[in-house]
């Protein structure tokens, strides 16, 4: 069973990020497909901390939605949370 940190995946399956698709909606389809793991989509860093309403809504997630990973864009680097 994969393992990241403390949290434990119920498989190794994992919704890879993209941008423009993984948004809320289609995360959830992808856990009842089957997805142990699912990235949100790509969100800016900069435009988050400029624009927080907006980026409240990329960030958008539920009790479903769960182990959730967001991938955040800053400047010229990419990091996971
Ligand atoms: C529409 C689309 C958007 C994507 N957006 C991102 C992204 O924002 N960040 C990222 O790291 N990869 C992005 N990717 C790459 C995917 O996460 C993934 O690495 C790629 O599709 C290869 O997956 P595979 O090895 O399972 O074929 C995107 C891919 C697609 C098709």
């Given at each position: 069973m994969l393992k990241i940190g403390n949290v434990r995946l119920k498989n190794r399956l994992v919704l890879a990020p993209m941008a423009g698709v993984t948004n809320l909606a289609f995360r959830i389809l992808a856990r009842r497909y089957g997805a142990g793991l699912a990235f949100s989509e790509m969100v800016d860093a900069d435009g988050m901390f400029y624009d927080i309403h907006r980026r409240k809504k990329e960030f958008s997630t539920n009790s479903?939605?769960?182990?959730v990973t967001c991938q955040l864009f800053w400047g010229a680097g990419r990091y996971a949370c």
């Amino acid at each position: 069973m994969l393992k990241i940190g403390n949290v434990r995946l119920k498989n190794r399956l994992v919704l890879a990020p993209m941008a423009g698709v993984t948004n809320l909606a289609f995360r959830i389809l992808a856990r009842r497909y089957g997805a142990g793991l699912a990235f949100s989509e790509m969100v800016d860093a900069d435009g988050m901390f400029y624009d927080i309403h907006r980026r409240k809504k990329e960030f958008s997630t539920n009790s479903e939605d769960a182990p959730v990973t967001c991938q955040l864009f800053w400047g010229a680097g990419r990091y996971a949370c």
